[in-house]
T-cell receptor, first 114, second 111 residues
Framework: DGGITQSPKYLFRKEGQNVTLSCEQN?????MYWYRQDPGQGLRLIYY???????QKGDIAEGYSVSREKKESFPLTVTSAQKNPTAFYLC?????????????FGEGSRLTVL | KQEVTQIPAALSVPEGENLVLNCSFT??????LQWFRQDPGKGLTSLLL?????REQTSGRLNASLDKSSGRSTLYIAASQPGDSATYLC??????????FGQGTTLQVKP
């Protein structure tokens, strides 16, 4: 079945550690996105990528890094520089950006900093 | 700056009732508007996508309307069921390609 797979579903991190969240899609979508969701704040865009080997900062990119070496994959690294990393992270993809089509989401990864 | 607002933040209705969820946006220069459903601890599922040139879209018991001039969209749910209980989010795609999400309306349908 086509879709977006995020892993791990739950992740615990000690302060000062970097962690990488995986996002894989088999929808043949060009555009991929990372969002962060916090209670009462809605979804905020961290990074997005329109094409392989290219990505752009979103509204809250500080403390995060991404790569787009393959069309299917868009991993997100939460670095130790991110001051408040505990959140629910959502990966999404669409046909193209600017998106004239639907946005499809993965099931999310919940990161907790201990 | 585009802002998307969803009112009310929470809604509780008895099973079988028809209901309307509201979404308003401040800038009418949008590509499209999407309605999503989110279950607790899960990702978002796209329900309906309305292009800027369209007035409404329907899928089963769901009907979404778009009035760009007034900056409003509504999601109508007919004959609500307990399985409809979830958080419903709307998002607008700006001409620059950026998506702006509302904070959602949490719906509870009581049996």
């Amino acid at each position: 079945d086509g879709g977006i797979t995020q892993s791990p579903k739950y992740l615990f991190r000690k302060e000062g550690q970097n962690v990488t969240l995986s996002c894989e899609q088999n929808l043949n979508h060009d555009a991929m996105y990372w969002y962060r969701q916090d209670p009462g704040q809605g979804l905020r865009l961290i990074y997005y990528s329109q094409i392989v080997n290219d990505f752009q900062k979103g509204d809250i990119a500080e403390g995060y890094s991404v790569s787009r070496e393959k069309k299917e994959s868009f991993p997100l690294t939460v670095t130790s520089a991110q001051k408040n990393p505990t959140a629910f992270y959502l990966c999404a993809s669409s046909i193209a950006r600017p998106s004239a089509g639907e946005l499809f989401f993965g099931e999310g990864s919940r990161l907790t900093v201990l | 700056k585009q802002e998307v607002t969803q009112i009310p933040a929470a809604l509780s209705v008895p099973e079988g009732e028809n209901l309307v969820l509201n979404c308003s946006f401040t800038d009418s220069a949008i590509y499209n508007l999407q309605w999503f459903r989110q279950d607790p601890g899960k990702g978002l599922t796209s329900l309906l996508l309305i292009q800027s040139s369209q007035r409404e879209q329907t899928s089963g018991r769901l009907n979404a309307s778009l009035d760009k001039s007034s900056g409003r969209s509504t999601l109508y749910i007919a004959a609500s069921q307990p399985g409809d209980s979830a958080t419903y989010l709307c998002a607008v795609t700006l001409m620059a390609g950026k998506l702006i999400f509302g904070q959602g309306t949490t719906l509870q349908v009581k049996p």
